[in-house]
């Protein structure tokens, strides 16, 4: 079966960088978008950025110019290069995968992304 295992959070200091990692199993990776989502406490789950099966990335405006996704199709590993992080960043990261090519905003979250990882805590301090 389809397995997402997220590493890599953690608690940095404002201003700082974090990389997650993302490992997939159980499916043909290459061929499922895959994204990043976040949710902080209080706050619904948002999408943070996507790469789709054809490598093309679309991120939230929140974290344009600062977070990166890449992914590595021979290692079925999704990667999120986390730079110059502010406490609004502070938040449990889920990695996500999709069965076809989708959009960051595609709704319902649960149907367009029917895979979760277990996610990550990361922690800005200001």
């Known amino acids: 079966q389809v397995q997402l295992v997220e590493s890599g959070g953690g608690s940095v200091q404002s201003g700082g960088s974090l990389r997650l990692s993302c490992a997939a199993s159980?499916?043909?990776?290459?061929?499922?978008?895959m994204g990043w989502f976040r949710q902080a406490p209080g706050k619904e789950r948002e999408g943070v950025a996507l790469?789709?099966?054809?490598?093309?990335?679309s991120y939230a405006d929140s974290v344009k110019g600062r977070f990166t996704i890449s992914r590595d199709n021979a290692k079925n590993t999704l990667s999120l290069q986390m730079n110059s992080l502010e406490s609004e960043d502070t938040a449990v990261y889920y990695c996500?995968?999709?069965?076809?090519?989708?959009?960051?905003?595609?709704?319902?979250?649960?149907?367009?992304?029917?895979?979760w990882g277990q996610g990550t805590q990361v922690t800005v301090s200001s």
């Open positions: 996500a995968a999709a069965r076809w090519n989708v959009g960051l905003g595609c709704r319902p979250v649960s149907t367009c992304f029917p895979y």
């Open positions: 159980g499916y043909t990776y290459n061929t499922y978008a």
């Open positions: 790469t789709n099966s054809d490598g093309r990335t």
